[in-house]
């Protein structure tokens, strides 16, 4: 089975979410260092919403458009994946959001030691519990809408925008507390290309958390069936 394409669709995705959202952090940065006013990180966020979509469409026929971890254990815990084929997912995006995190480096050395390449930071004072809550709830909320949309039930066409505001909304709700990832990849690229992993378990925990919390609600109450194999 050619599950290569998959793989590098999944890899391609994540490094297409991570440099073009995390790079808007750090072009927002060198705007601001540059004399000019910048935009705000409101502004990221929103670049990040947008590229969702734009990965969903581009890459669902041919990997499913995971481009999240936590997606992938989703759904491997329920069924609907084997562990090899996870396993390797993952690893391709990991391995995608790296190689944005280094090309962000190369492009914006500045912003290695300053906003650490776009990566997630905890709000000035939260404590990294809250961080981890918020964490968890907004991707609640974001796996399952790509559930509800995208895979529970034929996938419909606008499946794709439901998906990227509900990202949006999600980080945008959770950006002074974690800083919104909702996605462990999206933090791991630019922390291993700056070397910033404080609180790092925060955006993998929580995250992972709430999205198995989310799959396992909508498998039992809202599927009408049991999770297909």
């Not at 919403?49 to 890459?59: D, F, P, Q, R, S």
């Not at 404590?127 to 981890?132: G, I, R, S």
């Not at 462990?184 to 910033?196: D, I, L, N, Y």
Request: glycine share 12%.
């Amino acid at each position: 089975m050619n599950n290569y394409k998959k793989y590098i669709a999944e890899s391609l995705g994540t490094l297409l979410l991570v440099f073009i959202g995390a790079g808007a952090v750090c072009a927002n940065y060198s705007l601001k260092m540059a004399g000019g006013q910048g935009a705000g990180y409101a502004w990221a966020i929103v670049v990040f919403g947008i590229v969702v979509v734009a990965v969903v469409y581009a890459t669902s026929y041919i990997s499913g458009s995971h481009i999240n971890p936590v997606v992938t254990i989703s759904f491997l815990v329920t069924g609907r994946m084997d562990a090899g084929t996870a396993a390797f997912y993952i690893i391709s995006q990991l391995l995608g959001a790296v190689i944005a995190g280094f090309f962000l480096r190369i492009l914006f050395p500045d912003a290695v030691s300053t906003v650490h390449l776009g990566t997630c930071a905890l709000g000035k004072g939260v404590e990294f519990w809250k961080a981890l809550l918020i964490e968890a709830v907004m991707t609640f909320l974001f796996v399952f809408t790509i559930f509800a949309t995208a895979v529970g039930r034929p996938p419909r066409v606008l499946a794709g925008v439901a998906i990227g505001l509900v990202y949006l909304f999600g980080a945008l709700v959770a950006s002074s507390i974690s800083g919104g990832a909702l996605n462990p990849a999206r933090v791991f690229g630019p922390a291993v290309a700056s070397g910033h992993f404080d609180y790092h378990f925060v955006w993998w925990l929580g995250p992972v958390s709430g999205g198995l919390g989310a799959v396992f609600l909508y498998d039992k109450i809202f599927s009408g069936k049991s999770a297909e194999k």
